[in-house]
């Protein structure tokens, strides 16, 4: 049987908001609906529609489930989740793949392939070039802390600096509107190393 994605994005929000380990500040319920949000909105601008669209919304809920068991290769997890649930909805196994794909296509460090791939690694690093950089930055600053308690400021300024060094956004529209923010932040983080 078919369902509409409000049906998908129901049940997969339901999951996270009783599944998450409350210690995961950063990637939470509000997280997953931020990609989404932004995986809509890239979409838009690098005209994705249809049937892809529906897909890309589909994987940016699923991006992050794996969460639900563990923090350690969550991707691979979240595939096996949407293996085994997404043919309930009449997803075929094609489409799966696809989904598949773009999850792992958030994997750290990113190596997206496809269109779609792109954008949903797009999305849900777009944060690094906005406003919000530092007030999500803080959230998986605590969030590590849980893993690290020891983790201090400088030593996560300096993960910060290197992980923003190596990354890249993938898509026309985030490369020109998201990645001159991005390096505006990246050189304030320096400038407290230094």
Known sequence: MKLSFSTIQN?????????LPNYLKYHSVEHTKYVLEK???IASKEQVSGHDLFLLKIAALYHDIGFTKSNIEHE??????VRNELPKYGISGE?????????MATKIPQHPQTHLEK???????????T????????????????YNP??????????????????QYHTK??????????????????????
């Open 76 to 81: 691979a997890i979240g595939c096996d989740i």
């Open 173 to 194: 529209f985030c490369r020109r509107y998201k990645a001159f923010r991005k390096q505006k932040h990246l050189e304030e983080l320096k400038k407290q190393i230094d």
């Open 11 to 19: 049940q997969v929000l339901k999951t996270l908001e009783d599944k």
């Open 39 to 41: 995986a809509i909105y």
């Open 119 to 129: 954008i949903l690694a797009d999305a849900d690093l777009e944060y690094l070039g």
């Open 95 to 103: 489409d799966v793949d696809i989904i598949c794909g773009m999850i």
């Open 150 to 167: 020891n983790l201090t400021r400088s030593e996560w300024n300096s993960i910060q600096i290197n992980f923003m060094q190596n990354h």
């Open 131 to 146: 406003k919000h950089f530092k007030t999500v930055s803080e959230l998986l600053y605590k969030e590590l802390k849980h």
